[in-house]
RNA sequence: GGGAAAGUAGCUCAGUAGGUAGAGCACCGCCCUUUUAAGGCGAUGGUCGACGGUUCGAAUCCGUCCUCUCUCACCA
């Protein structure tokens, strides 16, 4: 037998002996009055000059176990955090240490008693009574710390992630983490509820996908036996609520991409993206902005983090900056004065090339990526990106071959992008079926969308639309470098191929 | 897809001229009523990621594969 069997088999050999002893190690329920955190920041309110004020009832995991033959101290784990408990032959009675003589690290139990100090200071619960609320028979790692040095943490990525109520339990932050993760959200939604925007949930399983050009993962329905796409973007049915007068709209939802996995991308990952009539690029800049300054804040109490050892400072206003001033400005590059050969000489000379036949305007975004974007460390709003990046935005008033649109770089990531979005149904039912005609040899281009288009043939109002990567923005206010940490279950392989 | 590193006890890790596999913690037994990485004594525990090869003999050398990490490329 496996040896983690072994140590399984004396644990289910605890239950049965404990069983034996009358009590039950699986009751149903157990009065928690008090928690860890409280009862530490609130000591005085428990006990005054080592006088017990008021008793507390306590439960959680015991996190580690030290005994002294008639008595033990244990530290258990709650919601809120650590405490020490006291467990006292003398105090509990005869048959409950037995008992707790059984119990392993990683056992739930409920304690009530009273606060106090040990000699060495530390507040601690010492129990009146002991309650088993349940018995763990499969062994937590052990992580041991001293003076906020820890060790022996729980290190390998790998078991982290695909045991994340382990992790959770045992590394240091992990739950702060998601904590903030939901912080985050919340802030988000509570800023777009506030200007009126109405949150809705639009389809995961499509008949049709599109959005992004990107490849979707694909299902089958087995009672309308057909093939099903799971959506790579909100854009389309966000849109369509748009059209249905839903002036200001958004959704924070998982989107699927069936693509690379790495330090940036999961299969899976949450969009926000938002669509405002009568709004424009501008004004997508100035919520983007108020969304990310308000998020720090409450996350950090300040707009100034530090990312990689780099300071940002998310103070509103951002700097904007058209794409070829840009260049002008981090390069020293005239990229509209340059001819085709130059640009191409350019855009090798860094490693980059040109896919297919030269077209003027994505040299100029490749020129950007290549030369500018790791420069673009505090928060900076890249606008006027070239018209043939995307036939989804309008172009300017002042210069046709540049578009109302943005995206938001910061520590030399994007994390945002917007448009004033393009509402020509004659450019958008043309653009889209010739797009989808390339589908023979480009995958990721997406099918045509006749209702789609049917609904911006009846008239979609001038619209800004923006779309933010949470998980990016997740990472970048929580300082986690990997995707797969600001994720409770990342997308693994499985262990075992099948 | 390319490159690099890694996979040894439940956890964290040692372990090369190739010669029967080690430590700490956990677990088990004993001692211990103020410990806090508790301590002391003792014991158990391994298909060394998988499969092949070389060899009298492989955790160790070679090959293939699997998983994960980092990184580059691709991709929003």
Redesign the pocket.
């Known amino acids: ?4 069997g ?2 399984i088999q ?2 289910i050999d ?1 239950i049965k002996t404990i069983r034996d002893m009358g009590i039950n190690p699986f009751p149903y329920n157990f009065e928690v009055t008090d928690f860890s955190k409280d009862i530490i920041d609130n000591f005085e309110s428990y006990n005054k000059n080592n006088e017990e004020i008021k008793p507390v009832s306590v439960a959680g995991r015991i996190m ?8 033990a ?1 244990c ?1 258990i784990h709650d919601k809120k955090g650590n405490i ?1 408990l ?1 467990i ?3 105090n509990i009675g005869d048959k409950s240490y037995e008992m707790f003589k ?1 119990l ?2 990683g056992d739930i139990i409920g304690v009530k008693g009273i606060v ?1 100090k ?5 507040i ?1 619960v ?1 129990a009146d009574q002991l309650t088993l609320l349940t018995k763990n028979i499969r ?9 906020g040095e820890v ?12 045991n994340r109520h382990l992790d959770l339990l045992v590394t240091h932050g992990v739950k702060e983490t998601f904590e903030k993760r939901i912080k985050i959200i919340k802030t988000v939604k509570r800023i777009l509820d506030g200007k009126d925007f109405l949150e809705v949930e639009t389809p995961v399983l499509l008949p049709i996908y599109g959005g ?4 979707p993962f694909t299902t089958h329905h087995n009672s309308l036996d057909m093939m099903l796409y799971l959506r ?2 909100l854009e389309p049915y966000l849109k369509r609520l748009i059209v249905g007068g839903i002036d200001r709209v958004y959704e924070i939802g998982k989107c699927f ?1 069936n ?7 999961n299969p899976e990952f949450t969009m926000l993206e938002l669509y405002m009539a009568y709004a424009d690029y501008i004004d997508m800049m100035n919520l983007t902005e108020e969304l990310f300054e308000s998020a720090c804040k409450e996350i950090h109490g300040t707009t100034e983090i530090e990312f990689d050892g780099k300071k940002i400072d998310l103070k509103r206003p951002w700097r904007r900056l058209k794409m070829v001033d840009a260049i002008k400005e981090y390069a020293q590059i005239d990229v509209e004065n340059l001819n085709e050969e130059e640009m191409r000489k350019l855009i090798k000379a860094k ?3 040109i ?1 297919g036949s030269f077209i003027r305007g994505l040299a100029i975004n490749e020129i950007f990526e290549l030369y500018v974007e790791e420069q673009m460390i505090q928060p900076t709003f890249i606008t006027h990106q070239p018209l043939e990046t995307t036939p989804l935005c309008k172009v300017d008033y002042e210069d046709e071959r540049y578009l109302q649109r943005f ?1 938001l770089f910061i520590n030399g990531h ?1 994390y945002a ?1 917007a448009y004033s979005e393009s509402n020509d149904p004659v450019f958008q039912r043309k653009t889209l079926y010739e797009q989808s005609l390339r589908r023979d040899v480009d995958a ?1 281009v997406s099918p045509m969308d006749e209702n789609f288009v049917q609904a911006i043939e009846t008239g979609m109002p001038p619209t800004g639309g923006l ?1 933010i ?1 949470i998980d990016r923005m997740v990472m970048l206010l929580t300082g986690e ?2 995707i ?1 940490d600001v994720l409770l279950f ?1 997308t ?6 099948q």
């Open positions: 037998m496996e040896e983690i072994k140590l004396t644990r605890k580690a176990i030290r005994l002294m033959g008639k008595a101290f530290s020490q006291y006292a032959q003398k059984h392993d690290i106090k040990t000699q060495v200071g530390e601690t010492y062994p937590l790692p052990i992580v041991k710390e001293k003076d060790f022996d943490a729980f290190s390998d990525k790998e078991l982290r992630y695909r992004a050009n990107a490849a790579i973007s991409r693509e690379g996995m790495d330090r940036t991308h490693g980059g090339e896919k995206e994007e992008n990721e779309g990567g470098r990997s797969r990342p693994m392989k499985p262990e075992k191929p």
